[in-house]
Nanobody
């Protein structure tokens, strides 16, 4: 049974930073692609950053240069470092995993429950 649990969300002022984590269990973590998504009230879920099993990363244009995705295979943990945050980054942030390299596609099979990020 695959489980993804996000943590690290919170409230921060514009220009600040937050680091999100996603711990993974239930499958061979290193062979899966992972992604971070976000959904603001009244908006569709959008891909923020993704990392393939080989470490290749992709980012939404809106976060390039500000957000960094990384993973620790030994700890089965996915990270999202978010710098220079703005109110437009306010959303529920979800991590996702899939056997295929889906990059920023929304068709990931496995999802966490999310962690709230609020920027004022």
């Amino acid at each position: 049974h695959v489980q993804l649990v996000e943590s690290g969300g919170g409230s921060v002022q514009a220009g600040g930073s937050l680091s999100l984590s996603c711990t993974v269990s239930g499958y061979t973590y290193s062979r899966h692609s992972m992604g971070w998504f976000r959904q603001a009230p009244g908006k569709e879920r959008e891909g923020v950053a993704a990392i393939a099993h080989d470490g290749t990363t992709s980012y939404a244009d809106s976060v390039k240069g500000r957000f960094t995705i990384s993973k620790d295979n030994a700890e089965n943990t996915l990270y999202l470092q978010m710098n220079n945050l703005s109110p437009e980054d306010t959303a529920m942030y979800y991590c996702a995993a899939d056997r295929f390299n889906l990059q920023l596609s929304r068709y990931y099979t496995n999802w966490g429950r999310g962690t709230q990020v609020t920027v004022s």
